[in-house]
């Protein structure tokens, strides 16, 4: 914010001139003391009485600045448009002030060779997952903000399709995920994680292009391969990932700043969705944007098979199997990874963080946009607030990383996140009741939520890496969604 506040001043000072100065100068002029007056014929050199003339300007054009900030600052916050894209000029200003002043700095020591080494292996898994992970979640950002809007435009035996038709078309997807979920975990982990994120494609590019179908019963069957290729996005690609680190044997500390690297450009990726999805929906409609997707989901689908080397779990009993990372012959069963999950605390306590914050941002999504048309008068900017919400994430996930780089153990972060989170959710309730200053309360506990989404993200993924055995790990992480639905 304050790159962007001394701009504010800067432009204060260049708008500021010409008639405030030489109103000011009149004023000056007139109350000339008497001896001033008397002796105004004496002759001043002329170069004296220029650079006396400049100086007063200066000074008289300082004493104008605060004027012209207020008044910058006024036309700044004049409208809902233009008070959210302030807002996310000095969210994305305070962004880029964390990155810049954490940046790691080379102390120029002699280096150690097997330490040079580490990096060059764990950029290079970087560029790897990366350049798929950005890939197949922009394909699922593009199509969310058209998800209402896709099937209201879908007319049913001459009637426009109603709220509950979408609301129970929404719930066939959701349902799925949770239903399936957890044996689809089972054979993600049982017959390989890259092959897991290449179904993942597939299914989410059939549920995309059912949203041309005219037909209820299609558009149902969309749903459902939509529901299965979400249960594949949130669990086969983050399994890659951590079975590929321990099979490299790449230092644990790396693993945690892939995650925050992960969702800090997400938060990028989500905001570029916005405006593409926009984009997209004037050329080509409300599917516009699903269509839109299949290209990126089919570019990340020939990225991950020609980058990827396929990884599966390994075995829960490594001595009987051979090596630990040979294929299980029966794969892990939802039963055992059920047991394994209410025996050991640890891991059920991973499990339970992911479903309650989960949970808590299912509700935020579906509450935000009532409070704040209840405290703004007009439309709400909905475009610019996803914008602003995507930058307060992006402020979360450089506070990770910069806490992580500090020594700050995962744990405690995620504590202190998960206590500032409540202080938000509790301020907004406090905000709405408020009979003044609404909407800057609502913005506030809202955007302190959003850092704490941003933190949230390569958190519960550095937890489940660290708690979360790899013999199980797709199934436990569906069994979480299981438990999101309960709550």
């Not at 992960?262 to 593409?276: E, M, P, R, T």
């Not at 704040?372 to 709400?380: D, E, F, N, R």
């Not at 009979?435 to 489940?464: D, H, Q, W």
């Amino acid at each position: 914010m304050v790159p962007y506040f001394l701009t504010t001043l800067l432009v204060g000072v260049c708008a500021a001139p010409q008639g405030v100065l030489s109103r000011s100068t009149r004023v000056s002029s007139s109350r000339m003391s008497p001896l001033s007056l008397r002796h105004k014929q004496i002759l001043v050199p002329k170069p004296v009485a220029d650079r006396t003339r400049l100086k007063t300007k200066r000074l008289l054009a300082v004493s104008s600045v605060p004027e012209a900030a207020t008044a910058i600052a006024t036309n700044m916050f004049s409208t809902p448009d233009s008070t959210f894209n302030t807002l996310f000029a000095g969210l994305g200003a305070t962004a880029l002030a964390i990155k810049v002043g954490d940046r790691p700095k080379d102390d120029g020591g002699d280096k150690d060779d097997d330490d040079e080494d580490n990096k060059r292996r764990v950029r290079s898994l970087q560029r790897r997952f990366l350049s798929v992970f950005w890939m197949m979640r922009m394909a699922d950002w593009l199509q969310g903000p058209y998800f209402f809007e896709v099937y209201a435009s879908k007319v049913f035996n001459g009637a426009p399709a109603s709220l509950e038709i979408i609301s129970r078309l929404f719930l066939v997807g959701f349902g799925t995920t949770a239903i399936i979920g957890p044996t689809a975990g089972r054979l993600v982990d049982s017959y390989g994680r890259k092959l897991g994120t290449l179904a993942y494609s597939f299914f989410y590019t059939l549920g995309a292009l059912s949203t041309k179908a005219l037909t209820l019963p299609t558009l149902l069957a969309g749903r459902v391969a939509g529901g299965i290729g979400t249960s594949l996005l949130f669990s086969a690609p983050e399994a890659w990932l951590v079975g590929e680190h321990q099979r490299c044997k790449l230092p644990e500390k790396s693993l945690g700043q892939t995650f925050g690297l992960a969702y800090a450009g997400d938060s990028i990726v989500a905001i570029v969705a916005g405006q593409l999805a926009a984009l997209a929906a004037a050329s080509r409609g409300p599917s516009g944007p699903f269509e839109l997707s299949t290209l990126f989901l089919a570019s990340g689908a020939l990225t991950a098979a020609l980058a990827w080397k396929e990884n599966v779990a390994e075995a829960s009993n490594p001595g009987s199997g051979g090596e630990g990372g040979e294929k299980q012959k029966s794969g892990p069963s939802v039963r055992e990874a059920f047991s394994m999950m209410l025996s050991d605390r640890k891991i059920l306590l991973v499990s339970l963080i992911q479903a309650l914050f989960e949970g808590s941002m299912y509700i935020f999504v579906l509450q935000w946009p009532p409070a704040l048309q209840s405290a703004i008068q007009g439309s709400v900017p909905f475009g610019k607030v996803f914008s602003c919400f995507m930058a307060s994430c992006l402020i979360g996930t450089s506070l990770f990383a910069s806490v992580g780089r500090r020594g700050v153990k995962v744990e405690s972060s995620t504590i202190a996140m998960l206590g500032a989170a409540t202080v938000a959710m509790a301020g907004s309730v406090a905000g709405f009741l408020s009979p003044t200053n609404k909407l800057a309360n609502l913005i506030t506990a809202f955007f302190l939520f959003e850092v704490c989404v941003g933190m949230y993200f390569p958190s519960i993924g550095t937890l489940r890496s660290k708690y979360i055995p790899d013999s199980h790990r797709s199934v436990i992480m569906n069994l979480s969604g299981v438990l999101l639905v309960c709550t």
